[in-house]
């Protein structure tokens, strides 16, 4: 998972110009966009892959009792440990910081998506 995030903050500082384009921010190179962009889409895709396969994994782990799964990884995915984790092996302070922006916007997403019922993890929400 801190991989995963690690990653992602690699994209953004590489393609943020591509990936974020707007009516203000327009790509100089749009071939080389074009081709970085579908390199990173393949990648979010890959991830997504990677993730489900996780989740499967984890959902079938008997040593954890029947119920509990999804508070159990609710617990492993809690964003204070995701980032002691990332500042241990990582140190940027500025792509840690972006990693805890964005892991504050998907607190929110994910506790408005539980209350309407949605069972998704802060990994689904930043995929």
């Not at 396969?53 to 984890?58: M, T, W, Y």
Request: aromatic share 6%; hydrophobic share 35%.
């Amino acid at each position: 998972v801190a991989d995963m995030l690690k990653d992602s903050v690699e994209w953004r500082n590489e393609l943020g110009s591509c990936i974020n384009k707007n009516k203000e921010n327009t790509c100089k190179t749009p071939k080389k966009c074009n081709k970085e962009c579908t390199c990173f889409l393949k990648w979010v895709v890959k991830k997504k892959e990677e993730w489900g396969k996780i989740i499967d994994h984890f959902y079938k782990q008997e040593n954890i009792q029947a119920g509990m799964h999804d508070i159990t990884l609710a617990a492993l995915l809690d964003k204070d440990l995701l980032l002691e984790i990332i500042e241990g092996t990582y140190g940027n302070a500025e792509d840690i910081k972006h990693i805890k922006d964005l892991l504050d916007e998907e607190e929110t997403a994910v506790a408005a998506a539980i209350a309407v019922g949605e069972n998704n993890t802060t990994i689904d929400k930043l995929l």
